[in-house]
């Protein structure tokens, strides 16, 4: 059997570079590699791959953002998405997605490899460190509380209610306006709301932010 065609998208060069190298070393056929989610989309469609295996966080597009617009294009491919924080809500988010993979960046290794296989045979692909509690919020109805923000996503959020830009709550938060951007839009997506005045009414009508 044929090895699956992987592209491969994040904003870090190490780290992309570091997964390119990884994969090759377990021969694995890397058809590309991008920094951003614009260029995930552009070469998505070029080269039709298997697997994309990116980032949830990246300038342009986030790994949310273009798995949605994957499956509106009805491009076929597969996504594994990779993330810095333990977030079952996120993950949870990403499979309802339609995610075929959800794993924490410091163990995109060995493990990875684990998902690609996994993902490859048709599974679903959870790191173990949040498997439990995905299962526990994809059980409940979409009646349910709202879902749970990061302690980073309140503190955006609650500045993005208090009028501030993105500029300004870069420099409160000693962030750059591109990571407050990209938080800002993670919580959209987990919202499933599609513009900052959305936010603002979905935030205040489920009063998301304590007085």
Known sequence: MSQPTILVADDHAIVKEGLVSLLK??????????GDGISLM????????????????????????????????????KMILLTMHRDPDLAARAVRAGAS?????????????????????????????VTREV????????????????????EVLRLIL????????AAVLELSPRTVESHKYEIMDLLGVHSTAELVRYALKHRLIPE
């Open 25 to 34: 070393q377990h021969k694995f056929d890397i058809v590309g590699s991008v």
């Open 42 to 77: 552009e070469e998505a469609r070029r080269l039709r791959p298997d697997i994309i295996i990116a980032d949830i966080s990246m300038p342009g597009l986030s790994g949310l953002e273009a798995l949605d617009r994957l499956r509106a294009e009805h491009l076929p491919c």
């Open 101 to 129: 993979g959800f794993l924490l960046k410091d163990g995109a290794g060995e493990e990875l490899v684990a998902a690609i296989e996994q993902v490859t045979q048709g599974r679903l692909y959870l790191t173990p460190a």
């Open 135 to 154: 299962m526990e919020r994809m059980a409940r109805s979409e009646e349910d509380a709202p879902p749970e923000l990061t302690t980073r996503q309140l």
């Open 162 to 169: 208090a009028g501030h830009r993105m500029k300004e709550i």
